[in-house]
């Protein structure tokens, strides 16, 4: 995977999975699974430390995962290339350095088993979509710790 195929992925989300895969978009791993057969949300990961998530009745993309610290041993974490500017290795003050003040954030909360966590905090990037957000999670020390495309209107039905 590299910064190219992670902005493919990003405008494709809101396409469904069989959009994706007619358009010649190649997703090793999938078609996208659950954890449970009657799962909301299915997922596929195609490469370590990427996962993308799907509402599974309509197969509707609408998460795309990126993992660049271990949250627990053995996590798989993504050592690719990004867009947008990105690294895999930022900080809070890095990222407010690129993109300013954020639309959102989130304080920091404890996540059972893994403990505290350092927040969030969510952006629109210049240029892309107004319907996807950029999540950046962080680690106590407020290392981001991986980052999340979304989609602001999620349609379940």
């Known amino acids: 995977m590299n910064a190219a195929m992670i902005d493919d992925l990003v405008k494709s989300l809101g396409r469904t999975y069989p959009e994706m895969i007619a358009s010649g978009m190649y997703l090793p791993g999938g078609p996208p699974k659950g954890i449970f057969d009657d799962s909301d949300r299915v997922t596929v990961s ?34 690719g290339s990004l867009p947008y500017q990105l690294k895999t290795k930022m900080n809070q003050t890095w990222v407010k350095s690129q993109y300013g003040e954020p639309l959102e954030s989130g304080a920091p909360y404890r996540v059972p088993i893994s403990g505290m966590t350092g927040g969030w905090d ?5 240029g892309m979509s107004k319907s996807v957000h950029v999540l950046f999670k962080y680690t106590v020390e ?3 710790e991986g980052i999340v495309f979304r ?7």
């Open 122 to 126: 969510s952006y629109r990037f210049p």
């Open 46 to 79: 195609p490469e370590p430390g990427i996962e993308l998530g799907f509402w599974a009745s309509t197969q509707r993309f609408e998460n795309l995962f990126i993992t660049f610290l271990e949250g627990f041993e053995g996590e798989p974490i993504y050592r």
């Open 142 to 144: 407020m290392e981001v």
């Open 151 to 157: 989609l602001n209107e999620r349609s379940h039905t």
